[in-house]
């Protein structure tokens, strides 16, 4: 129960009303003050100050002052008139209930008008700064399209005297090769001229000639066609001898059964090549060769075209399905372009290819692993993917990589259980 403060002390004039309270060695910061027209409350614990007030105040005018361990209220009135007392006299416990009630909705209803009267004003000033945001974004672009404009006529203009220059210069080249043909033209009669009567002296000398010449020309034109008629060709018969395919190795050490098996393989890719697909009926015959096709896949995939890479990796498949590094470089370009679950077939299959585990296939099972386990995180499903990640890290544990995006994992399936 709070203890009611009654030591003190008031004045007054005709406008104003004069309160000073004693704070009793309370903190300031521990004292609340609230106050209306017809209502003022001091409350600093364990005391209470109550004053249902003689008549209405201006609370918005009004003042308090702290020192001292005092607080001075100065309390402006509305009409100017001498109060008898401070507070009303006679006020029953409903009144004083009524009284504070009422004074508790007129400061919320001011709170309220204040905070909607801010709320608009902040919209007024959203609203003119948008104004003149959009004002001067406008005169920017009619700025720049004039800019361009300016540039536009300029190139315009520039292109057309560039234009005119071609032009002039055009025509020049043409009256300079017009003079050139009538000069060569010139030359051409005088040299013509110059031969027929050279021509004229020759023919009149050969003339001369001709009559003793006949006779020994005609002998040695005999002899010269019977010189060059060539002997026929003797007939006779080639014959080729295929020699059987065999390995270069000693008997003692081949594997004859081996050797046989991968002569069937290549019976059938060669095969598969020359009537299954056909594709490859555009194609070179050294570009029919799956090594071939996945070097081509490689710098398609480095060069970022990640589609045409799929089609090379795809062709080199249907030649042969038993290369491991085919479907391992397939699943890498289907996580490029986010094809989650094709990449997770490859990764598989990649696996299931480089079975048994041994040292030489170590790397590309670590990258398939890797591979799978980045689609299955991609498509949120953390645990399948971390078990990906745990079996790399089985096959190389100091990839410190590898062990920092398997830390990732775990605290990504950590904070999702907690989250549960």
């Given amino acids: 129960m709070p203890?009611?403060?009654?030591?003190?002390?008031?004045?007054?004039?005709?406008?104003?009303?004069?309160?000073?309270?004693?704070?009793?060695?309370?903190?300031?910061?521990d004292t609340d003050v609230f106050c209306t027209e017809n209502y003022l409350k001091v409350n600093f614990p364990p005391f209470l100050f109550e004053a249902?007030?003689?008549?209405?105040?201006?609370?918005?005018?009004?003042?308090?002052?702290?020192?001292?361990?005092?607080?001075?209220?100065?309390l402006y009135k509305k009409e100017a008139a001498m109060w008898e007392s401070l507070s009303v006299t006679g006020v029953d416990k409903e009144m004083m209930q009524r009284i504070r009630e009422k004074s508790i909705l007129q400061a919320q209803e001011r709170a309220k008008e204040a905070t909607e009267a801010k709320a608009a004003a902040k919209r007024?000033?959203?609203?003119?700064?948008?104004?003149?945001?959009?004002?001067?974004e406008e005169e920017e672009r009619k700025k720049i399209e004039d800019m361009k404009e300016n540039e536009r006529i300029k190139a315009t203009k520039e292109l057309?005297?560039?234009?005119?220059?071609?032009?002039?210069?055009?025509?020049?080249?043409k009256i300079e090769r017009e003079e050139k043909l009538c000069q060569k033209e010139k030359q051409i009669k005088e040299e013509r001229k110059k031969l027929k009567s050279k021509s004229l002296t020759r023919n009149s000398a050969s003339r001369n000639l001709a009559a003793k010449g006949r006779n020994s020309e005609n002998i040695f034109t005999e002899k010269l066609k019977e010189d060059s008629i060539p002997a026929p060709r003797s007939v006779g018969s080639i014959k080729i001898n295929f020699t059987p395919r065999v390995f270069p190795t000693a008997l003692r050490e081949s594997q004859v059964a081996e050797e046989e098996e991968w002569l069937h393989k290549q019976a059938e890719a060669r095969r598969a090549m020359n009537t299954d697909i056909p594709e490859l009926c555009d194609l070179k015959e050294e570009e029919k060769n799956p090594e071939w096709l996945k070097d081509k896949g490689n710098k398609l995939f480095a060069t970022e075209n990640y589609l045409a890479a799929i089609n090379a990796y795809n062709l080199a498949i249907r030649l042969n399905n038993k290369i491991p590094l085919l479907y391992l470089n397939r699943a890498a370009c289907h996580l490029k372009l986010k094809n989650l679950h094709k990449a997770i077939e490859d990764s598989s299959k990649a696996l299931e290819l480089l079975m048994p585990p041994v040292t030489d296939n170590a790397n590309a099972r670590m990258k398939a692993h890797i591979r799978r386990g980045t689609a299955f995180c991609q498509l949120e499903l953390y645990v399948e993917g971390l078990q990906d990640y745990e079996a790399a890290l089985k096959i190389d544990p100091s990839n410190k990589i590898v062990q920092i995006d398997a830390e990732k994992i775990r605290n990504v399936i950590q904070g999702t259980e907690l989250k549960s």
């Fill in 124 to 136: 007024e000033d959203q609203k003119y700064a948008l104004s003149v945001m959009m004002k001067i």
């Fill in 52 to 74: 249902f007030l003689y008549a209405p105040i201006d609370d918005e005018n009004s003042k308090a002052k702290v020192g001292n361990d005092t607080i001075v209220f100065t």
């Fill in 160 to 173: 057309e005297a560039w234009k005119e220059y071609q032009r002039k210069a055009e025509e020049q080249k």
């Fill in 3 to 29: 203890l009611q403060v009654s030591d003190y002390s008031w004045q007054q004039t005709k406008t104003a009303v004069f309160l000073s309270l004693p704070l009793k060695g309370v903190c300031v910061r």
